[in-house]
């Protein structure tokens, strides 16, 4: 069970007694995390993988061993675990270096942050591609049988968010890859609103690749990873290449290195990478069942108060157990961002208005072309933020009658 009280005293931002309602846009970093980027500013401020003394040579192991914490939250192994800036390099990192014929298709849904659409329709324009979008149904929902009629023996790549950043639906990953992998094709997983809240293995859901981001499970910007599974490496080339990525170079030759870093040329972000690997460890340490119980109980409550706030709209599912903790709405007669303000202003509620980064989905699917009012949880999160919230909300509701 997790002790959300205790866990609070790890956030110097909720000292202040804001309420922090937009952990989906990115989270609030813990001491421990914090801590762990200043030692190495403070005690092995050096390159990696390069020089021999002690502080580079320290340096380098904390760097590496981030690699290792990273791979055990999604149960991969380190040297499928390439760092990125985020997850938005490490969708476009395979979108530019896997190989496409004219002809091949793609598959994704109308369900995408514009980081798992637009790579592939930019794709899809470069290289004379078909780009096929399995659409929801109004709350979201997707099945396998919605997909079957989309992958067939011309399908290269399927590629689908594990949960919704809009309505936290989740689709059904495992049975996905199943379908995609009978035809050939390949799958890739944006992880980056399931990997921080929830537990998440590679190795179950079968993907080839999956996508995250640090920022969002607690961990520092700037770096994000990749999931390349074992042996399919060979087939994406690296989007930048240079120092520290090379085993040989001539006057007219180079040949890459193997491994995570044939993508990772250069200085990569080593403080943000460390960083990320302690928030990784701090989520497992919590237990990441417990976080997912925890933001469960939370999001139950909240539906339940908007369900029964006047004016309110609900887009996705009613059912706590059916989505995760993100829960987009509309109240009738303000547009969102009103409404966010005004949370704001009135009790320093913090939520996110507007279109989230996926506008299809909104022109599509919510028929809601001025946005919408997005409120998530995370595990820092009280019953007490939510009531607030709620509170809030009938106030600005009360205020239009």
């Not at 993508?263 to 690997?277: K, L, N, R, S």
């Amino acid at each position: 069970m997790l002790d959300v009280n205790k866990v609070r005293e790890d956030f110097p931002f909720l000292k202040s007694g804001r309420i922090y309602l937009d952990s989906t846009a990115t989270s609030l970093t813990p001491e421990p995390v914090l801590e762990k980027v200043l030692e190495y500013y403070r005690e092995c401020r050096a390159n990696v993988g390069r020089g021999i003394y002690n502080a580079a040579q320290a340096a380098t192991f904390a760097y590496e061993n981030a690699r290792v914490e990273v791979a055990k939250l999604i149960n991969a192994k380190p040297e499928e675990i390439i760092f990125v800036r985020n997850a938005t390099e490490a969708i476009n990192l395979v979108a530019s270096g896997l190989k496409f014929h004219e002809g091949d298709k793609i598959v994704t849904t109308i369900l995408e942050h514009h980081s798992n659409y637009i790579p592939w329709l930019r794709v899809k324009n470069t290289k004379k591609l078909e780009l096929s979008v399995v659409l929801s149904d109004m709350e979201g929902h997707l099945s396998p049988s919605d997909f079957a009629p989309h992958i067939d023996g011309h399908t290269r790549l399927v590629a689908v968010t594990q949960t919704s950043n809009v309505l936290g639906v989740r689709p059904p990953i495992k049975e996905i890859a199943k379908l995609a992998h009978d035809e050939g094709a390949l799958v890739l997983v944006d992880g980056a609103q399931s990997v921080p809240h929830k537990k998440v293995d590679v190795k179950e859901l079968d993907c080839d690749f999956l996508t995250f981001s640090g920022h969002k499970m607690c961990g520092p910007t700037g770096v994000g990873a990749l999931y390349i599974k074992e042996g399919l490496q060979e087939l994406i080339e690296p989007l930048c290449i240079g120092g520290g990525s090379i085993e040989d170079v001539g006057l007219d030759y180079f040949r890459l290195r193997t491994g995570p870093s044939k993508y990772e040329a250069g200085t990569p972000p080593i403080a943000e990478a460390i960083g990320m690997g302690a928030a990784a460890k701090y989520l497992l340490n919590i237990g990441m069942e417990n976080i997912e119980d925890h933001e469960r109980n939370l999001t139950r409550r909240m539906l339940q108060g908007l369900i029964n706030t006047d004016g309110i709209t609900i887009f996705g599912p009613k059912d706590a157990d059916k989505r995760a903790g993100i829960i987009s709405f509309n109240l009738k007669g303000f547009n969102p961002h009103d409404v966010a303000v005004a949370l704001d202003t009135s009790s320093g509620v913090m939520v996110r208005s507007g279109h989230h980064c996926a506008l299809p989905l909104h022109k599509h699917i919510l028929k809601s072309p001025n946005g919408t009012v997005r409120a998530s949880v995370y595990l820092y999160n009280t019953n007490e933020d939510v009531d607030v919230f709620l509170e809030t909300l009938q106030e600005i509701s009360r205020s239009l009658a």
